[in-house]
């Protein structure tokens, strides 16, 4: 399955649709909180299927608002990570994700997109597309699973790249701002 992953779009999807036209094969949305309702809205907007979290900003302040998806890899354990405490690491939300039989954990909250292979478990945090923190545009991420893998992409919106090749014929896939993103892909979490 192929997997469009956001978080944190804070009442703003518009951008979430717009990367959303950019992509192919999307099976499923994944919005990991703060609104849940830009998932709902997002669902009836395209058709795709959508899972949706509840976060902080959503009111939810339960240890239970959380999902866990099922996937032909495994179980997928989905949070937005402010009942995890995910800002001050990764501890928490990797405990609960490994004791309910997961074998991977997606969360937002934090704003700061992040991919880790942990040996056996991964970890994925989409960023924000709409309120990025760190100094870095808006990002996103792309995963695709299958009975044997797991493989997660972050990647970065930039609008002015959109606005600037509105109507022009491009690949995005094959230019060099495109291809340079996906190599750098923020994966070392800085």
């Known amino acids: 399955m192929k997997f469009l992953v956001i978080s ?19 099976d499923r949305i994944l919005h990991l909180g703060d ?38 890899f495994g179980k997928i354990y989905l949070t937005h990570g402010h009942m995890e405490a995910a800002k001050y690491g ?51 991420a792309v995963v695709t699973t299958s009975p044997d893998s797991f493989q997660a992409t972050i990647l970065y919106w930039d609008p002015e790249e959109r606005r600037s090749s509105e109507g022009a014929e491009r690949n995005k896939k094959n230019s060099p701002s495109g291809f340079l993103r996906r190599v750098f892909n923020d994966s070392d979490g800085q």
């Not at 944190?8 to 999307?26: K, R």
């Not at 709902?40 to 239970?64: C, H, Q, Y």
């Not at 997606?106 to 309120?131: A, C, K, Q, V, W």
């Open 35 to 72: 609104y849940v309702r830009d998932g709902w809205l997002m669902e009836s907007r395209t058709a795709i299927p959508v899972t949706a979290i509840k976060g902080n900003m959503d009111g939810s302040f339960s240890n239970e608002d959380y999902q866990i998806l099922n996937t032909e």
């Open 90 to 140: 990764p501890e928490n939300l990797l405990y609960k994700a490994s004791s309910l039989g997961c074998k991977a954990a997606m969360y937002g909250h934090t704003h700061i997109p992040l991919y880790r292979d942990l040996g056996g478990m991964y970890l994925l945090n989409p960023g924000s597309l709409t309120h990025p923190r760190g100094n870095r545009q808006g990002s996103y």
């Open 8 to 26: 944190d779009t804070h009442g703003d999807i518009e951008t979430a649709l717009q990367v959303l036209e950019t992509l192919e094969g999307i």
